[in-house]
């Protein structure tokens, strides 16, 4: 099971499934995120730590903790 934490900088994944629940799973849907979507990753901060992405032709940057809940 890959997560979007694991994929590299210029590639593009599709959503399969999201983790977590209540409130965070709404966040992150509400961010855009739902399953069958493109994501393209765009840079990772040096510590890894946040994550930047396109989704839905925006800019979004996402904690770690968060991409480890999206299944790609």
């Known amino acids: ?3 979007l ?3 590299n900088i ?3 994944v599709k959503v399969k499934k999201l983790n977590g ?3 965070v799973k709404r966040r992150i849907m509400d961010m855009g995120i739902t ?3 493109e994501i393209y990753i765009r840079k ?3 510590l890894g730590d946040p994550i930047e992405v396109t989704v839905r032709g925006y800019e979004l ?3 770690k903790a ?5 299944e790609v």
């Open 61 to 63: 940057s996402l904690r």
């Open 66 to 70: 968060d991409a480890e809940m999206i």
């Open 1 to 3: 099971m890959a997560t």
């Open 44 to 46: 990772v901060a040096p």
């Open 10 to 12: 210029g590639q593009t």
């Open 5 to 7: 934490k694991d994929a």
């Open 21 to 23: 629940e209540g409130a």
């Open 35 to 37: 399953k069958g979507v």
